[in-house]
């Protein structure tokens, strides 16, 4: 796909942008990348130390002031339905025990009652797709996307930035973050107009452009607040590469009527969907744990002396 040029002049600021309440959790992907892993296992929850990595990505949501968590789910993927509700056996076992500390870790994790839904794409074909199964679950109202692959790893939560400049400007963002000049042609890509600015106009977007002809460094991390307009594009979309319904062919379209902008993510994003990524993220958010850095310090150091 080629550069898209992103009228300057897409879309007038809206009048008040209203309050982004849910968001979507894709979770129906196959994680062809981790099988065996995933044969019987989602790997969104595959855990990163002792969380799984949808808990970690539920978490961003929630210290953003998310209300309504909707997963895009898929067969085989019924578990996640279960870990987000509460365990009768378990936690009256916890409370028999007197495992205070562990059932209020319980309970301090589980969405209160109505706050989360789960619907179905019934094959896997494509993010877009996914998003698309949540539109009634969504209704006409800007939600957040997270991919949940993607975890944001630093001091602000990335969804909270996003939702400070959705508020400021309206419209539709995506959080983006550099990488190196000879690694662009592996992501999405977008042009800014202020490559420095924390949040800038987009000016252009691309899926994976060849080497060379990338508009800036700046990827596509994972997190999204779009209008709802999108549902009716997707919904209208042809199937893109790999014969799925793309993202960012919608994202596309709707940019050439609505603004959209960047949030620079000033952290470090660990893609749990590639092995190195996982395993890396797990080093990471494990060496933010005093109860378990010191010993981890020392196995790794004892590991590469050998
Ligand atoms: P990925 O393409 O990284 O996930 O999609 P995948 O297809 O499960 O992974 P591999 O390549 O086979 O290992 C990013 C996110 O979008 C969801 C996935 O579950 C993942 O969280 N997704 C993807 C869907 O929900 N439906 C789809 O059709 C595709």
Known sequence: MTVTPVSPHAGAKAAAPRRIRKAVFPVAGLGTRFLPATKAMPKEMLTVVDRPVIQHVVDEARAAGIEHFVFVTGRNKSVIEDHFDSQFELEHTLEARGKVKELKALLDDLPGPGQTSFTRQQAPLGLGHAVWCAR???????????????????????????????????????????????????????????????????????????????????????????????????????RGTGGEIQLTDAMLTLAKTRPFYATRFDGTIYDCGSKTGFLAANVAYAMDRPDIAPILRQDIEAIFKR
């Open 136 to 238: 009634e679950i969504v209704g006409d109202e800007p939600f957040a996307l997270l991919l949940p692959d993607m975890l944001h790893h630093g001091t602000t939560p990335c969804l909270a930035d996003m939702i400070a400049a959705y508020e400021a400007h309206g419209g539709n963002h995506i959080a983006v973050a550099p990488v190196p000049e000879d690694q662009t042609h592996h992501y999405g890509i977008v042009g800014v107009e202020d490559a420095t600015a924390k949040v800038s106009k987009i000016t252009s977007m691309v899926e994976k452009p060849p080497k060379g002809t990338a508009p800036s460094n700046l990827h596509i991390t994972g997190r999204y607040i779009l209008e709802p307009a999108i549902f009716a594009l997707i919904a209208n979309q042809e």
